[in-house]
């Protein structure tokens, strides 16, 4: 495999990334406990103010929580759906082997299990449908001949832990603010909900126990869900040659620095996909494509860089070109990190692949994809990323500059 970057070094930028990652955690857990006080004596005071007024009422308002931001943040002017949120049928969640233990919770806001470390989740109905607001004002500008698909993916705490240890901490249901997020987006935007396609694989290595992310087969799974939505036959994995990083200790790691994770590290698996064709990135600071050899750096190594196998980590843009077209299908993947393990299943399915990381790129995607032909358009979030003011609106500007 060739690595020829011109000076493009993963690790040393995968370190960096990883301790600004790690200190933005740390500021949003602060921002979510300062917000959460905060309501909860808006909560009191609202409630003494109705039993004060109304003696005899039941009805009772509650005020949500929100990870950034305020209710009162303006959302991007867009069309919503009118529709009252109703949980579709959902799958039970394969129960989650309890061995009986308590878990603990981490100076750092990280809650520890079973040697598995779980990040807390806090969103709110408000922020859900922010995130609606913007993707529904997304498709309103990219246009009627842009396919646009919506997918959030939920995060190891929804699926990793025993509904006991989860009713103790109060982390919040990823169901049901999902749900809410794809009930406010506009009708024409394709959703992807894959809660139930992962709940029923819950049992499964879809995660990491170190670090934020899912794993391959948890992205694949996912890829599937997608397959449905947009129309065509997934590969089946079983196909695929496989390989595997032992001695991965990840962003959770980083933020703790507890032993019991370093002792108990993840192996990270990747595929290969078959075919015929070319892979390029973008560096950060630049705005030419530099072809890589392979789809994923092979060469990533153990410790803590080792997600950046996936898609040669996280690069303001990604483009993936088969040199003899089959279906004349073209995709722009706008994602985060979560996308990078996901994204190289759909090769088999395009003939042109597309990933734009919003945090760092700095074009127009409507311009993009009208230069490049390109007629679909998948936003994937991260149900962290999706709760998010900050992220959401670094998205936004990709579509408004």
């Not at 905060?38 to 003494?48: D, K, N, Q, T, Y």
């Not at 009422?57 to 009162?72: D, E, F, K, L, R």
């Not at 397959?227 to 001695?247: K, M, Q, R, Y």
């Not at 507890?258 to 996909?273: F, H, K, M, S, T």
Request: with cysteine; proline share 3%.
């Amino acid at each position: 495999m060739s690595e020829n970057k011109n000076s493009y070094n993963p690790e040393r930028r995968g370190e960096n990334r990883r301790r600004e990652q790690a200190k933005r955690r740390k500021r949003n857990r602060i921002i979510m406990i300062v917000s959460a006080v905060a309501l909860l004596a808006l909560l009191i005071w609202a409630i003494s103010a109705i039993f004060g007024s109304c003696a005899n009422s039941v009805n009772i308002p509650v005020a949500n929580s929100s990870v950034t931001g305020s209710a009162a943040t303006t959302a991007p002017t867009a069309q919503l759906a009118t529709q009252a949120p109703t949980l579709p049928p959902t799958a039970a969640v394969s129960a989650i082997a309890d061995n009986g233990e308590d878990g603990v919770m981490t100076d750092s806001g990280v809650y520890l299990w079973d040697n598995k470390a779980f990040e807390m989740f806090y969103g709110s109905d408000d922020m859900a449908k922010y995130y609606a607001s913007a993707m529904t004002s997304y498709k309103n500008t990219l246009g009627s001949g842009i396919t646009v698909y919506d997918m959030i993916a939920p995060s190891h705490v929804e699926f990793g832990l025993p509904n006991r240890l989860k009713d103790e901490i109060g982390t919040v249901s990823q169901r049901d603010i999902t749900t809410t997020a794809y009930n406010a987006l506009k009708a024409d935007i394709k959703k992807v909900d894959i809660y139930d396609t992962l709940a029923a694989h819950a049992n499964e290595y879809l995660y990491f126990n170190t670090d934020h992310h899912w794993t391959g087969l948890g992205a694949y799974y996912a890829y599937t869900k997608f397959a449905e939505v947009a129309g065509f036959t997934p590969t089946d994995i079983n196909t695929l040659t496989s390989h595997t990083i032992n001695d991965f200790v990840g962003s959770l790691y980083t933020a703790t620095e507890e032993e019991v994770l370093q002792q108990n590290p993840d192996i990270v698996v990747y595929y290969d996909i078959p075919g015929d064709y070319t892979t390029q990135i973008m560096n950060d600071g630049s705005d030419e494509l530099v072809e890589v050899g392979d789809l994923n750096y092979g060469a990533a190594g153990s410790g803590g860089n080792s997600y950046g196998v996936y898609l040669w980590g996280d690069n303001p843009l990604t483009v993936i070109k088969h040199t003899t077209p089959a279906n004349n299908r073209k995709i722009l993947v706008v994602k985060e990190s979560y996308g990078n393990a996901f994204v190289p299943f759909l090769v088999n399915n395009y003939d042109e692949v597309h990933a734009i990381d919003f945090r760092y790129y700095s074009g127009n995607i409507k311009d993009y994809c009208t230069q490049n032909g390109i007629t679909e358009v998948l936003f994937l979030n991260g149900v962290m990323s999706a709760s998010n003011s900050y992220q959401v609106d670094s998205t936004t500007a990709l579509i408004q500059n």
